[in-house]
């Protein structure tokens, strides 16, 4: 085999005893310059030879983890347990991916994002921020999940949505779409939420959905808040069609997320 890397002598223990390799490359291949330093790895079955792939700065690779394809890790960001990171995707910051979890195509998980069970994030979709995304849950297409917000179970986020704030999206919830879940959001099942495209005077998504405390919050462009708060404000700023518009809306979504709790 054709080595693109070494461990080095500079090693790393971790608090369970486990120690880890700085890496070197051998050659140069991708964006790596023969003779860079890399991060650390338990051992050679945790990055490929193959491809680009590569792990930078002082991020982490160790267990059964596995890094292929042209996917990177960079900064502080650790890839444990059985995490499959590959393609192109990139995992940084301090974001963490263990368990059995999977990123991979153009996906990127950052920040301080938490990526475990068997959950999957692949396609252009990005977990961010403090998000959580665990159990067997899936995010892709473009879809962002950011903030503190927790995709969990077997819940699906995908197309253009995106979940944010204290969001929570649980069971087997499938957003998708433009749709917009924020705030203090509590969806455990795909009738907690609806949304409507093309609608209002910029041609908007509004969505609407269950909050933590058991009432409707809605959002649409920047407004975020409860429905009644939203026909408040419609009230104020619209004209006659528009108003008229969204109040049959809120008054379509009132009659199938509260008919779906009975």
């Not at 192109?88 to 153009?106: D, I, K, L, P």
């Not at 996906?107 to 921020?129: H, K």
């Not at 969001?167 to 455990?188: E, H, L, M, Q």
């Amino acid at each position: 085999m054709d080595k693109k890397y070494k461990l080095t002598d500079e090693t790393l223990t971790l608090s369970n005893g486990v120690k880890l390799y700085r890496i070197k490359a051998l050659k140069s291949f991708g964006e790596v310059n023969k003779g860079d330093l890399g991060g650390f790895v338990q051992s050679e079955d945790n990055l490929s030879h193959k491809g680009n792939a590569w792990v930078y700065c002082n991020a982490q690779v160790y267990d059964d983890a596995h890094v292929s394809g042209n996917a990177s890790v960079y900064s502080d960001a650790q890839v444990s347990g059985n995490a499959q990171v590959r393609d192109y995707a990139e995992v940084s910051g301090n974001a963490q991916v263990r368990g059995y979890a999977e990123v991979s195509g153009n996906a990127q998980v950052r920040g301080y994002a938490e990526v475990y069970g068997r959950a999957s994030v692949s396609g252009n979709a990005q977990v961010y921020g403090n998000a959580q995304v665990y159990g067997r849950a899936s995010i892709y297409n473009h879809a962002f999940v950011y903030g503190n917000a927790c995709v969990h179970g077997r819940a699906c986020v995908r197309g253009n949505a995106l979940v944010r704030g204290d969001a929570d999206v649980c069971f087997y919830t499938k957003v998708y779409g433009n749709a917009i879940v924020s705030g203090d959001a509590k969806i455990y099942n795909s009738t907690d939420i609806i949304w409507f495209s093309h609608v209002g005077t910029e041609n908007g998504t509004l969505t609407v959905f269950k909050g933590k405390a058991g009432n409707l919050l809605a959002t649409i462009g920047c407004f975020y808040g409860t429905v009644d708060e939203f026909l408040e404000k419609s009230a104020k700023v619209h004209d006659k069609r528009v108003k008229t518009e969204y109040q049959l809306l809120i008054k379509v979504a009132k009659s199938r997320i509260q008919h779906n709790q009975l």
